[in-house]
Nanobody
Framework: QVQLVESGGGLVQAGGSLRLSCAAS????????MVWFRQAPGKEREFVAR????????GVADSVKGRFTISRDNAKNMAYLQMNSLRPQDTAVYYC?????????????????WGQGTQVTVSS
């Protein structure tokens, strides 16, 4: 089972940008679809973005469309979430996860391995 570690979170002003990274180890990274979820205080974990094993297919939630981009580098065992035009409502803990499907779904049950999360705080 792959192990995942997120990084890149922090405090940013509204309108700013952050790039989150997800480092994978202990498995064949290129065989896992990847996803980012987020969870704000008092709210359920919600889907943000997903990417297929090869990177050919991507999808993002409507709430971040046009602002967030997911990518991956299989040679480096890394996945990324580029977040632009950040808003206070984007404040949450962001988690990356890996699934054994070619292109995982938008439910957290679709994913087997999870990182510990990285905090993103957007100030107004």
């Amino acid at each position: 089972q792959v192990q995942l570690v997120e990084s890149g979170g922090g405090l940013v002003q509204a309108g700013g940008s952050l790039r989150l990274s997800c480092a994978a180890s202990g498995g064949t990274f290129s065989s896992y679809s990847m996803v980012w979820f987020r969870q704000a205080p008092g709210k359920e974990r919600e889907f943000v973005a997903r990417i297929s094993t090869s990177g050919s297919y991507t999808g993002v939630a409507d709430s971040v469309k046009g602002r967030f981009t997911i990518s991956r580098d299989n040679a480096k065992n890394m996945a990324y979430l580029q977040m632009n035009s950040l808003r206070p409502q984007d404040t949450a803990v962001y988690y990356c996860a890996a699934g054994r499907q070619y292109y995982g779904g938008t439910r957290y049950e679709d994913y087997d391995s999870w990182g510990q999360g990285t905090q993103v705080t957007v100030s107004s």
